[in-house]
């Protein structure tokens, strides 16, 4: 598994030779081992790609994270043949009943609701407590709507002066970290055979990526407390934050009793919804429970 992530802001022609990214930048050039590479963010709309590289980046499962006109994160590469059955799997993601989606999403809320409480405590606010008890209130298919109740009690918390509907930078930072991780869970649900556009909760049918939100919400609280921690009262999204925040799929986070890099909980939660759903064992399906911010050390 690679270790590093690459930002491509310049205009650049980009290559593969020799399983290495070759970087061409006007006169300079530049070449990356991609054993080395986890994640290859092409910022900038004046890159090209060779389809050598693509298919490259696609078969050794490196992310690649493309922007709109505004550097924020508007798609992502998904490699759709890795799994060697995943006509099996997407008949089965079909075939789910209601009763297992809806407690699928009871479980997904319960741990967003946990990690939200966590987040609070680590940034010494108020709110943990009353989230945690509204963990314990979920019931199938969160009939009550606690996951709503809880994100107004969390961002009052976290944000008391705006709202996730003001246009402010705090969004902004939130907005640019919740589209890094989303483009990645929808990448590892894809190398697994499973359909991101099939949720078991969010179902809108302009959204390719309905599963992928269901999965992600557990997820987000890790952004919020970067963002809180290290971008609060900052005016601009700057390259610094963007480096910071891509670098969020290192930091580590809890899944099934370990210390996993965020990008190998994704993969986990993905491979262990995928078994769920064939053994319609709801018992399978790992979620990751936030730690304080840190980074794996490179072995």
């Known amino acids: 598994m690679g270790w590093r992530t690459v930002f ?3 205009p650049s022609q980009l290559s593969c030779w020799h399983s290495r990214l070759l970087i061409r930048q006007g006169h300079e050039k530049t070449d990356i081992p991609l054993e080395d590479i986890e994640v290859l963010v092409v910022e900038t709309r004046q890159a090209t ?3 050598h590289l693509l298919s490259e980046l696609s078969c050794r499962g490196i992310a690649l994270i493309f922007c709109d006109e505004k550097c924020l994160p508007c798609g992502v590469s998904l490699s759709f043949n890795q799994h060697h059955r995943c006509f099996k ?3 089965t993601q079909i075939g789910l009943s209601a009763p297992f ?5 009871r479980l997904v809320v319960i741990q967003k609701l946990l990690n939200q409480a966590v987040c609070l405590d680590l940034l010494n606010l108020p709110g943990g407590g009353e989230l945690r008890s509204l963990a314990k209130q979920v019931r199938s298919g969160d009939s009550d709507n606690r996951e709503s109740v809880g994100a107004r009690r969390y961002f009052t918390s976290l944000m008391p002066h705006s709202t996730r509907e003001s246009e402010t ?4 930072f939130l907005d640019y970290g ?3 991780l989303r483009g990645c869970i929808a990448r590892a649900l894809a190398a697994y055979g499973l359909q991101p556009s099939l949720g078991i909760h969010h179902k809108n049918e302009l959204n390719a990526f309905n599963l992928a939100d269901d999965l992600l919400e557990p997820f987000r609280p890790l952004v919020d407390l970067w963002v809180v921690t290290n971008a609060w009262g900052e005016p601009f999204l700057t390259p610094r934050h963007k480096h910071g925040l891509v670098g969020l799929l290192s930091s580590l986070i809890e899944i099934k009793g370990e210390k996993e890099t965020v990008l190998r909980a994704m993969e986990i939660t993905a491979y262990s919804f995928a078994a769920a ?7 399978q399906i790992a979620l990751p429970s936030l730690l304080p911010l840190s980074v794996k ?3």
């Open 178 to 180: 919740y589209s890094i």
């Open 277 to 283: 759903c064939g053994s319609k064992d709801l018992s």
């Open 101 to 105: 989606r809806k407690n699928c999403w």
């Open 49 to 51: 790609l060779t389809s």
């Open 169 to 172: 930078p705090l969004n902004a």
């Open 89 to 91: 799997v997407l008949k």
């Open 8 to 10: 491509i802001s310049n």
């Open 297 to 299: 050390a490179r072995e």
